[in-house]
């Protein structure tokens, strides 16, 4: 009798084990734009949260349009992106609760070293693609209806041309920021980028300078140039949203703490951080 009961309490405390063991992670879907994935930030802060939450971040990185779409759709319960309008239409037109600011850097004019079109060291953008269009010198645009595409449009308009210049010597490619600066160097061409991603991929493109917007962002006389970025979760309503963790993983990432981890990324290897922090929190210091 004795040994039938050491078995059954033996039983009893396997199952309280099991039972008790570590909780499966929740899972955060993230629709992000190319360049905090590009970048490398993502793999650098993550971690973090995923360890404080016990959280597993599906990442989908691709253009803000893409991104925004994917938070229409409910198929992502926290988005964070870079094009302020587009941003502010999806809160308003109530597919996400609130928009916070989390961190800026700038976009740039990056072109082939030997600079057909004589661009280099000019201040304004719009200057640039006005002399890269008159010299019909090529030029590589994302054409993804990302932040980055959205801005390069609103820059040919600003030179005075259409948004789309769709000419032979214009090359609407449909590909993230990487793929778009490979393409870039390979074919001697111009095109514009954040400055976070090319510098973290800088030493893979040996035939590109910076043509426009100087060595750093304090360099950047340019003030249309400037890149925000902004976290919103997905609204609820929309059905299998995972609020409550969207809602920890903005408070996470606007946090003081995690904002000096943005501020410290990329200064060891690049001399400048990649990223700038800017949420309320960090203002407020």
Partial sequence: MLKYLRILLLGTAVLLLVACGPKEP?????????????????????????????????????????????????DADVILVHARSREDAFVAD?????????MYNDFIIVGPVDDPAGV??????????????????TFASRGDDSGTHSKERSLWEAAGLPSDPGTEWYKSLG?????????????????????????????????????????????????SLYNPYGVIPVNPDKGNINNELAN?????????ETQSKIAEFGIDTYGQPLFYPDSQAWRDQ
């Fill in 248 to 256: 920890s993983f903005v408070e996470w990432l606007t946090s003081v």
């Fill in 26 to 74: 929740e899972v955060l879907r993230l629709a992000t734009t190319t360049s905090t994935d590009d970048s490398g930030l993502l793999d650098a802060i993550l971690p973090d949260f995923e360890e404080q939450f016990n959280a597993q971040v599906d990442v989908v990185a691709v253009g803000t349009g893409a991104a925004i779409e994917l938070g229409e759709a409910g």
């Fill in 94 to 102: 109530g597919h996400g609760t609130e928009r916070s600011d989390v």
């Fill in 175 to 223: 590909q993230g920021m990487g793929d778009t600066l490979r393409f870039a160097d390979e074919s001697g061409a111009y095109t514009i980028t954040d400055r976070g991603t090319f510098l973290s991929q800088r030493d893979n493109l040996p035939n590109l300078a910076i043509m426009v917007g100087g060595e750093s962002i304090d360099e950047n006389a340019d003030l």
């Fill in 120 to 137: 280099q060291g000019m201040e304004l953008a719009s200057d640039a693609l006005a002399a890269i269009a008159a010299t019909e010198s």
